[in-house]
Structures are given as structure tokens and as C-alpha cells.
């Protein structure tokens, strides 16, 4: 046998382009009050709740009663992303990656809106008629200490009397945004009965979205507390407000100026802001 057979040996290569496990897209803008706005900023008006006033006697004076009113500002962010395709590396790849690149693109503009909505759900919130005013989370009424252990029945149905005890509308949607450690945290719990166990199963292999009240958004983007403490996010849909200034949009042009190589271009504008902190609680849990 030739020892020179060698150089006819062949390297097969695959003919597509697989992209990483990776979030795709938003998984919290369907979740959340998303309105359209133009400018920099962007102002919300609030009507809040006023008390009637028992008559006592007839023919007595017409009472006025002031409407309280309050506000919250948005800050519109801008977010770009880009990356470069020169020619020559379409000429040695088997598939132009123009498309893989786009969608790698859009998932990360996704990303970002997550990002910030989940940043506004426990941040400070400018208020104000000029959004002069901070307004830092309700952290003594709508936290849900950690106590060491992970998400359990007892914390959520705490959750839901949080927000009950709010006067928040039953009718307006609830959510809570999850780890996978907490979906597990449920299926081990001893404190689950036997009917609620095969409730969190059917949870947890994406059969239902629901328990205790609650749509699950299960996201790896969750913040922790200095004590590492996963910050699990419970919330009434309108209690978070997406100001969206500008959709995500595409760009693919030739550059010039880079040797006429392909550039993927995304682009969006938006800002978010929690509304109402009665509406929003934060569950702490232990990893």
C-alpha cells in the first residue's frame, strides 16, 4: 500500500450552520403592558384610588373629592447590533452564514428588551409629573424573604396574597418569571400534595403554564441578591409597562468602507418601568 494515500484523504464538512443553545427572542413582552411611544421620554398618567363620603343630612352641600394622580417616566435606550461577513469568508465556507447571523442577531435584541424589563421590575421607578421623584421597590411589603430554601407552594400562595392584599384585579393577568432550579425546587418539594404534584409535572415538561394563579416564564436572565439568592419575579401583567420607541429592525448592506464586506445591522429603541409597586413581587430563593 501507498504510504503517500494519505493526501487523498477527505475532510466532510457540514453544509449548515448550527447555532448554540441560546435564548430566541423576548420571552417577557407578551407578558408585560407594551405601548408604542415618540421621544426621548416618555410619561405615564395614573389615576389612583379615592374614598365617597357618606351623606348625612338633606339638601347638603355637592362634596369634591380629589382624584389623586400620579406619573411615571420612561428613558428610551438605544441598542445596537452588528457584525461583518467579509467575502472571502463566503468562499470558504460551504454556506453563506448571512441568515444564521441575522437570527443570532434578533435573539439578542430579544435578550436585551428582557433585560430590561426585569431590571425596571425591581429598580427604582422615576415619578413625578417631571420624573423627578424616585420610587425604589416595596421591599418591606412585596419581598418574599429567601429563608433558605427555593421556590415552595407556601411562597407562592404568599405571592398571591401579596398581590390580593393589594387590591390588584383578579381579572388582569399574573406571572412569574423562574429559573429552571425553581421548577425543580416544586417537583421535590415535600409540601406539594399528590393532585398539585402532577400539576408542577405537567409544568415542568411544558405541558401547562400555570399554577397557584400564576403563568410561568421560566428564564435564565434572573438576577441574584448579595446572598446569592435567585430574584424570582411575580407580577400583574400592567404592573410593568415596555415603552417601545422603536421595533428591532434588519439592516443588510454592503460596507464600502470595510471592503464591500456584508454587515447584519439590528436596532431597536424602548425603556420600561414598573407601574404600580403593589403590582410586583419579588421571590427570593435559595440556589
Partial sequence: MSTQITTAFVSQFSSNIQMLSQQMGSLLRNAVDVETVTGEKAFFDQVGSAAAVLRTSRHADT?????PHSRRMVTMSDYEYADLIDDQDKVRLLVDPTST????????????MDDAIIAAALGTALTGKDGGTSTAFATAT??????ATGLTLAKLISAKEILDSGDVDPSIPRYIVVSPKQITNLLNSTTVTS??????????????NSFVGFNFIVSNRLGVDGSSARRVIAF????????????????????A??????????AMTLGS???EEKKVV????TE
Fill in 195 to 208: 393532585s398539585d404534584f402532577n400539576t408542577v409535572k405537567a409544568l415542568a415538561m411544558g405541558e401547562i
Fill in 236 to 255: 400583574a401583567g400592567d404592573g410593568i409597562k415596555l415603552a417601545i420607541g422603536r421595533e428591532p429592525v434588519a439592516r443588510i448592506d454592503e460596507r
Fill in 273 to 275: 418601568t414598573r407601574m
Fill in 142 to 147: 412585596n419581598q418574599i424573604a429567601a429563608s
Fill in 257 to 266: 468602507d470595510k471592503s464591500y464586506a456584508t454587515q447584519i445591522y439590528y
Fill in 282 to 285: 419579588e421571590v427570593l430563593c
Fill in 101 to 112: 447571523y441575522s437570527r443570532a442577531a434578533a435573539a439578542a435584541m430579544g435578550r436585551a
Fill in 63 to 67: 362634596p369634591l373629592i380629589e382624584t
